[in-house]
């Protein structure tokens, strides 16, 4: 087993891996910034060392720092959470030549999969259904005629892209082009990759994801699939697990696809295979080789601890579970509690927590690092809390996660309890019958009629 | 140094409630102090703003008279440039800006760590061969003009 983690992350996540090693008996070694010195992970973990100022370039992504760090508290093995290092196979292949085990998949399925084109193109290459497109356009020319091909409206994606950014729609030739270059400029900026691809734009998707875990035995485990519709912009607000709209024969459709990938591509430790659904057409979208955030409501309804999977995997250790279809009972939802203002449109509101109250009971489970007089710093993501409920059915895990909502008091900052609270009471919500951009709708619908007023 | 940029400083004091100022850019060095300002006050009030000065004494914690060197890199110190050479300073060295303090030795690189300010070495805080973190702090120096060495 491991002896000596070097945590690169900040945040609920940070005290997510702190607890995990906790749990395994072994020492957590945290690295933080200087705006995190006060911070709960950094507080809690056994040993700490500052890295850098505020800014995540000269802290969590300043790579020399962090091998500077690994290496003068002797570390065996980092866990790079999510976000930040945890997808730069540059960062990994420099861990394994300094005999740092890298709690995650390898650099080349990092690189593979990081290239979302690449992606594509392997998993069409196996015989499993992608989104119609076509990958690894550069010319402007070409691709309107691709995109004329495929049919309007077509979504257009940077390649070394991914998490929902350098991505826009076109729904007409004239917008293409506008669209085209926009997205280029873009991606060279914000990947280092001006190289694009084309999908078919699917009306009112679902975004429905399949949880793996995978040891370096070669024994694939997947999970059952997780509903991440509701989004806003591209990121993820609420998820629930299983899907409302997911039958079955669908589920273990869209499992023998996630293992089939797995398994070709010799992965290893926990990743997520992401689909889009359109009616019962399920096509593959991308491959996130990390832990996700929204992880907490797959181990509620199968009792896993994934981030400490994760650790026993990079150990060398088998995974302690007969099934591949890992079995489940009842039904998670999650609600990203972020600091920002809905009313604001979704302004991000750091500052000081003046009054905290978490809820508790059964079937709720909080995942933070916020505590009372906490300052949020403006210098990384808003959230602040992952707020989970469980239920023997779906109706039992909402009306759990409203109770949690209506007793969680943050005062001093903006937060999106309100919001979610509105979204949970809304009939479109309850019946399960939501898709992707339905969230935006109702937002947008909202704000007019509140200026109708 | 213009009148107009004086009063830019002046103002940001005003405009902030400061009543001690310190500048350095390069060469450039100001020093601002309003008459109610006591010396010896602990003034930790954070400031967020990014300036391109070099790490070390960003912010003056003035517990005492004293300017902070900080470590800009994480690594181990070493007080002399090989184990068995004499260390570059001890207490009651005199520097310069420039003087050469010690070492951080990060992955195998050995970083020398100069001075930017001129004083008397009061403390050295870490051990020789220790690790040290980003931000660490190392020497406490005493503050005077341009010494000869």
Redesign the interface.
């Known amino acids: 087993m491991l002896k000596r983690v070097f945590v690169a992350n900040r945040g609920e996540i940070a005290l997510r891996i702190i607890r995990a090693c906790r749990d395994l008996g072994i020492t957590s070694i945290i690295g933080y910034s ?1 705006a995190d010195k006060d911070s709960l992970p950094v507080n809690l973990a056994d040993e700490k ?6 800014s995540p370039l000269e ?1 969590y992504l300043n790579i ?2 962090i ?3 690994m ?3 002797h570390v065996d093995s980092v866990h790079p959470g999510y976000g930040f290092l945890s997808e730069n196979p540059f960062f990994v292949e420099i861990c394994n030549s300094s005999r740092i085990t890298f709690i995650g998949p390898s650099a080349d399925n990092l690189r593979l999969m990081g290239n979302k084109s690449e992606a594509r193109r392997t998993v069409s290459k196996n015989r499993l259904p992608v989104v119609p497109g076509v990958d690894n356009l550069v010319d402007i020319e070409d691709a309107c005629k691709q995109a004329k091909k495929i049919g309007f409206p077509v979504m257009i994606k940077a390649s070394a892209g991914g998490g929902g950014r350098g991505m826009r729609v076109a729904r007409n030739q004239d917008e293409f082009r506008i669209h085209w270059s926009a997205c280029q400029q873009e991606a060279k900026i914000a990947f280092d990759n001006p190289s694009l691809y084309i999908e078919k734009f699917i009306e009112r998707p679902r975004h429905i994801e399949i949880q793996v875990l995978a040891d370096e035995k070669g024994n694939v485990f997947v999970f059952p699939e997780r509903d991440c519709s509701l989004q806003r912009r591209h990121q993820k607000l609420i998820e629930e697990t299983p899907s409302p709209v997911v039958d079955v024969y669908i589920r273990k459709k869209l499992q023998k696809i996630a293992r089939k990938i797995c398994k070709v591509i010799n992965y290893t430790s926990a990743g997520t295979i992401e689909f889009l659904m359109g009616g019962r057409y399920a096509f593959f979208m991308e491959m996130n080789t990390r832990i996700q955030v929204e992880h907490p409501i797959t181990e509620m309804i199968t009792n896993f601890d994934l981030v400490k999977s994760q650790i026993e995997i990079a150990s060398g250790e088998k995974i302690p579970y007969r099934h591949n279809f890992v079995g489940f009972t009842g039904h998670s939802i999650e609600c990203r509690i972020n600091a920002e203002d809905p009313e604001k449109n979704f302004l991000p509101s750091p500052g000081k927590i003046k009054k905290l109250i978490l809820p508790g009971g059964p079937g709720i489970r909080v995942d933070t690092h916020i505590y009372q007089d906490y300052i949020i710093p ?1 210098y990384y993501d808003s959230l602040i809390a992952k707020l989970i409920s469980y239920g023997r059915t779906r109706e039992e895990a909402i009306a759990r996660m409203q109770r949690a909502l209506q007793e969680m008091k943050v005062d001093g900052v903006a937060t999106t309890i309100d919001f979610y609270k509105k979204v949970l009471e809304h009939p479109v919500f309850q019946s399960g019958r939501y898709y992707v951009g339905w969230l935006e709708k109702i937002q947008e619908d909202s704000k007019n009629s509140g200026k109708n007023q | 140094m213009e009148p107009e940029e004086l009063k830019k400083y002046v103002d940001f004091m005003k405009e902030n409630g400061l009543s001690y100022l310190e500048v350095r850019k390069g060469d450039f060095y100001l020093i601002l102090q309003t008459e109610n300002h006591i010396i010896s006050e602990a003034s930790s009030k954070k400031s967020y703003i990014e300036s391109k000065t070099p790490l070390s004494n960003q912010e003056n914690n003035r517990s005492s008279d004293y300017i902070e060197i900080k470590s800009p890199l994480i690594g181990t110190f070493y007080r002399a440039p090989s184990p068995h050479a004499p260390p570059f300073v001890e207490v009651g060295s005199a520097i310069n800006s420039g003087t050469t303090l010690c070492i951080v030795e990060a992955m195998k690189v050995m970083n020398e760590m100069k001075s930017d300010c001129s004083g008397i070495i009061r403390k050295i805080l870490v051990e020789n061969g220790s690790p040290v973190e980003y931000g660490q702090v190392l020497f406490l120096i005493e503050p005077v003009a341009r010494q000869e060495t």
Request: glycine fraction near 6%; hydrophobic fraction near 40%.
């Open positions: 200087e060392i500052c890295i850098g100022p505020a802290s020399p720092s091998l500077s760090a290496d003068v508290m403006p």
